[in-house]
Every structure is written in C-alpha cells, then in structure tokens.
C-alpha cells in the first residue's frame, strides 16, 4: 500500500532550527511536496522535490533521497509564525498526492 | 501565478438541505481537479477526482449520490453536498494541478461547511 510517515507534534524555540522528517511508498514517484497549513486555513506550498539533494529557499529548506525514501523539511530561525502544521505529500504514478498526517509544530519563545 | 478560487469560504446550512462548492481555475485550464475533505486536526482525505466532461472518479468510502461532482469546463468544478447531515460538518478543499508545472499543486481557500 501507500504510506506517508511523519511525526505527529514537535515542539522547538524561536530563533534555532528544527527538521521535521517525512518516509514515504508510493506506487510510482514524481515529487515530494512540503505544505504548510495554519489552523483553520487551506494548505500553502512550501517546496517541491523530484531529484535527490537539497533545495533551499530562504527560511526553509527541503531534501529528498529517493532510493531511501526519505525527505526533511528544515525550518531556520524559527519564528512564532511558523507555529503551524506542516504536511508531506507524495505524488505517485497517477500525479495524485498521497498525503502525511501533518507535523504540528510548536514554537516557544 | 495560478490560482484556483473556492467558494463559499464559509457556509451553515440546515440539515437535509444541500450545498454547492465552486471551484475555479482563474488563468489556467484545469482538467483534472481534486476534491478534499478534512476533519479537526485529521489530515487531507481524497474525495474524489473530478475530470472534465466525465464522470468523477469517488474513493472507497465516499458515497457518489451525497456528494455529486460536476466537470462541466476546464474551469469548474462544483461538489454538491445532498441531504446534509451534521456529520457532514467538515473542511472542504479542491486543488487543481497545473498541466505543465507539476511544482505545485494549487489550493483553494477551503470551505467549511456546518450542518445544524
């Protein structure tokens, strides 16, 4: 079957750096996508992976190993904007996405 | 850069009664379209896949004659929520992949839907 991990809740300060993991099978592989969705609001693009290595786009990086299936999404200088649920999604053979439970992140100060 | 616009943000509707959500591609032509359901602090479940001048494609679970989709352009998509229930009580979303930029999948703004 197809199956997307990613820890449930983590928690980090303003100001340092969290990553927050993703494993995923899939039937088929064309990209890994990072969302990031505030409560009550539709999910807004973060990133989008197809090759291995690591793409960075100022605050947030992403990176992906597709022969271990495997990405993180890294978040610098955390601010408390960030506090949010961030969510992991595979698009399979089929371009559909194949969606993560979300990872809340909590910022303290 | 493209967007998809969904409609209502926010509705309230009484039980038994049924509702429309559009979902609209604004300067791109979308003949795929997703629809998306999601429940407090559960993540997105696929509705169903809409495709322009066919049927929908449902997933397992999801009933066709409560929830009917409609492909009519490359436009527009609409989910009609028949009988509501207030089970049906939920977060909506439609996204619409772009057809040649697989970097993004676009959103609409959602719509919740309270059934009382």
């Known amino acids: 079957g197809q199956n997307i991990d990613q820890p449930t809740e983590m928690t980090a300060t303003e100001g340092a750096i969290v990553q927050i993991n993703c494993t995923y099978q899939?039937?088929?592989?064309?990209?890994l996508f990072w969302y990031q969705q505030h409560a009550g609001e539709a999910p807004t693009f973060l990133s989008y992976?197809?090759l291995d290595g690591l793409e960075e786009k100022g605050r947030f990086s992403s990176f992906l190993s597709r022969s271990k299936g495997y990405s993180y999404l890294l978040l610098k200088e955390l601010q408390m904007k960030d506090s949010a649920s961030y969510l992991c999604?595979?698009?399979?053979?089929?371009?559909?996405?194949?969606w993560g439970a979300g990872t809340k992140l909590i910022i303290k100060p | 850069g493209a967007v998809v616009s969904q409609h209502p943000s926010w509705v309230i509707c009484k039980s038994g009664t049924s509702v429309k959500i559009e979902c609209r591609s604004l300067d791109f032509q979308a003949t795929t379209m997703f629809w998306y359901r999601q429940f407090p602090k559960q993540s997105l479940m696929l509705m169903a896949t809409?495709?322009?001048?066919?049927?929908?494609?449902?997933e397992q679970g999801v009933e066709k004659d409560k929830f009917l989709i409609n492909h009519a352009s490359l436009t527009l998509s609409t989910l009609t929520v028949t009988s509501a229930h207030p089970e049906d009580s939920s977060f909506y979303i439609c996204s619409a992949p772009t057809p040649t930029d697989l970097s993004e999948a676009f959103f609409g703004q959602g719509t919740r839907l309270t059934v009382v």
């Open positions: 999604a595979a698009l399979d053979s089929n371009y559909q996405l194949i």
């Open positions: 899939t039937s088929g592989f064309n990209g």
């Open positions: 809409s495709n322009e001048g066919s049927k929908a494609t449902y």
């Open positions: 992976n197809v």
